[in-house]
């Protein structure tokens, strides 16, 4: 017991004392984002998952088993622009990544801003972007990163905001098309054409020898 | 004003029948039939049968 104790405090000691100060300032069992609702999960998961947050704190468990899904969202991948005059996609709009940036209003998110609905004015986060970014690199690099609060610095919202976006190079989404040039586009039959009149030549040779080389010849080309 | 009088010869597209768009230009007396011979494309690197392009697509 005291030798796991002893390797414990060891292994905090190694933590930086700036995520140290921050984990205490912020503790994980209110504030990191094993702790918010998953948005299609219930409450009742929520609590069981702190209780699997504050057991083992890797960010294994603050993972989420399944990953979101939203059966009325748009494509992840690049939206249709046939349509004319393709806008951006709404910003405000709800999504997979976007749902993840939780706040509880019991225990403000540092991470995210936060509207006073009484007075209507937005506060900026507590812990800025740039800072944010530090905490998250120091505490993926000593596997901590499922108990800072969510933001959008983390390995979680990227990584969903990646796969919403998709590639976002025009015609790399499903069902679409990269247009290319047009000798792209047309080397396949051009190819086709070529190999068929290959085929077809030592008859047309034999043809051609037999009409006097050209002098009963009826099919010239066109220019 | 007189009419400019054709030249006696002209120039002549000969076009590979392999379909690879390859083609000579050859000068041949305006007279004589269309031009027609075996010559080598590059593209698919053997001896073809060339044809004369017609202008228009009139055969003569």
Same mark, same amino acid.
């Given at each position: 017991?005291?030798?796991?104790?002893?390797?414990?405090?060891?292994?905090?000691?190694?933590?930086?004392?700036?995520?140290?100060?921050?984990?205490?300032?912020?503790?994980?069992?209110?504030?990191?984002?094993?702790?918010?609702?998953?948005?299609?999960?219930?409450?009742?998961?929520?609590?069981?998952?702190?209780?699997?947050?504050?057991?083992?704190?890797?960010?294994?468990?603050?993972?989420?088993?399944?990953?979101?899904? +939203?059966?009325?969202?748009?494509?992840?991948?690049?939206?249709?622009?046939?349509?004319? *005059?393709?806008?951006?996609?709404?910003?405000?709009?709800?999504?997979?990544?976007?749902?993840?940036?939780?706040?509880?209003?019991?225990?403000?998110?540092? +991470?995210?801003?936060?509207?006073? +609905?009484?007075?209507?004015?937005? +506060?900026?986060?507590?812990? *800025?972007?740039?800072?944010?970014?530090?905490?998250?690199?120091?505490?993926?690099?000593?596997?901590?990163?499922?108990?800072?609060?969510? *933001?959008?610095?983390?390995?979680?919202?990227?990584?969903?905001?990646?796969?919403?976006?998709?590639?976002?190079?025009?015609?790399?989404?499903?069902?679409?098309?990269?247009?290319?040039?047009?000798?792209?586009?047309?080397?396949?039959?051009?190819?086709?054409?070529?190999?068929?009149?290959?085929?077809?030549?030592?008859?047309?040779?034999?043809?051609?020898?037999?009409?006097?080389?050209?002098?009963?010849?009826?099919?010239?080309?066109?220019? | 004003?007189?009419?400019?009088?054709?030249?006696?010869?002209?120039?002549?597209?000969?076009?590979?029948?392999?379909?690879?768009?390859?083609?000579?230009?050859?000068?041949?007396?305006?007279?004589?039939?269309?031009?027609?011979?075996?010559?080598?494309?590059?593209?698919?690197?053997?001896?073809?049968?060339?044809?004369?392009?017609?202008?228009?697509?009139?055969?003569?």
């Amino acid at each position: 017991m005291a030798t796991t104790q002893a390797s414990s405090i060891s292994s905090i000691s190694k933590i930086p004392i700036r995520l140290r100060n921050f984990l205490a300032r912020y503790p994980p069992q209110h504030y990191s984002a094993a702790v918010a609702p998953t948005p299609d999960q219930t409450t009742t998961t929520a609590t069981t998952k702190t209780i699997t947050a504050t057991a083992t704190p890797p960010a294994e468990s603050a993972e989420p088993a399944d990953a979101p899904s +939203f059966p009325t969202l748009p494509s992840p991948y690049t939206p249709n622009r046939d349509a004319k *005059g393709h806008k951006r996609p709404d910003p405000t709009a709800p999504s997979a990544s976007r749902s993840l940036l939780y706040s509880n209003p019991e225990f403000p998110n540092p +991470f995210l801003p936060r509207k006073n +609905f009484r007075t209507g004015k937005w +506060f900026g986060p507590v812990v *800025g972007l740039r800072r944010q970014a530090e905490l998250v690199k120091m505490a993926a690099k000593y596997n901590l990163e499922g108990l800072l609060p969510a *933001g959008k610095k983390s390995t979680e919202f990227k990584e969903t905001r990646r796969a919403e976006r998709g590639l976002q190079i025009k015609g790399t989404g499903i069902g679409q098309k990269v247009k290319g040039h047009k000798w792209e586009r047309t080397m396949e039959s051009r190819l086709e054409d070529r190999r068929k009149a290959m085929t077809e030549m030592p008859e047309m040779v034999r043809l051609w020898k037999q009409r006097g080389h050209g002098r009963g010849w009826k099919k010239w080309p066109r220019r | 004003m007189a009419k400019k009088s054709k030249s006696r010869t002209m120039a002549v597209r000969l076009i590979s029948m392999a379909m690879t768009g390859y083609y000579r230009t050859m000068i041949r007396p305006r007279a004589h039939r269309p031009l027609s011979m075996m010559k080598y494309d590059p593209v698919v690197k053997k001896q073809v049968l060339f044809l004369e392009a017609t202008k228009g697509g009139r055969a003569k």
